[in-house]
């Protein structure tokens, strides 16, 4: 099992920049990749960025492309989400999630394991 703990959300004004965290521990050697997600109100979970455990190769939504960054740092077993130019649009849970799958996977039923959410509120 993998256990997923996001932190790092909160209320910003648009333009501004927020840095999620998702630290992961217990059996991290057999993530292939970690995802972020983020779900709007009476949305369907939507495909944000990803990034390959080992390699570093990383994917991104267009919408946030220029202005999402996705890191990790093995060390410490974390992936980071540096959003920066937020936009009211961008309101949402954001989840972090981790997969064994290999590939570039975009859709909720790829990630095998999820964090409990943190709220990203934008205002205009």
């Known amino acids: 099992q993998v256990q997923l703990v996001e932190s790092g959300g909160g209320l910003v004004q648009a333009g501004g920049s927020l840095r999620l965290s998702c630290a992961a521990s217990?059996?991290?050697?057999?993530?292939?990749?970690m995802g972020w997600f983020r779900q709007a109100p009476g949305q369907e979970r939507e495909f944000v960025a990803l990034i390959n455990w080992r390699g570093g190769s990383t994917a991104y939504v267009d919408s946030v492309k220029g202005r999402f960054t996705i890191s990790r740092d093995n060390a410490k077993n974390t992936v980071y989400l540096q959003m920066n130019s937020l936009k009211p649009e961008d309101t949402a849970v954001y989840y972090c999630?981790?997969?064994?799958?290999?590939?570039?996977?975009?859709?909720?039923?790829?990630?095998?394991?999820w964090g409990q959410g943190t709220q990203v509120t934008v205002s205009s």
């Open positions: 999630a981790a997969t064994r799958r290999g590939g570039a996977p975009t859709r909720p039923y790829e990630y095998d394991y």
């Open positions: 217990g059996r991290t050697f057999s993530i292939y990749a």
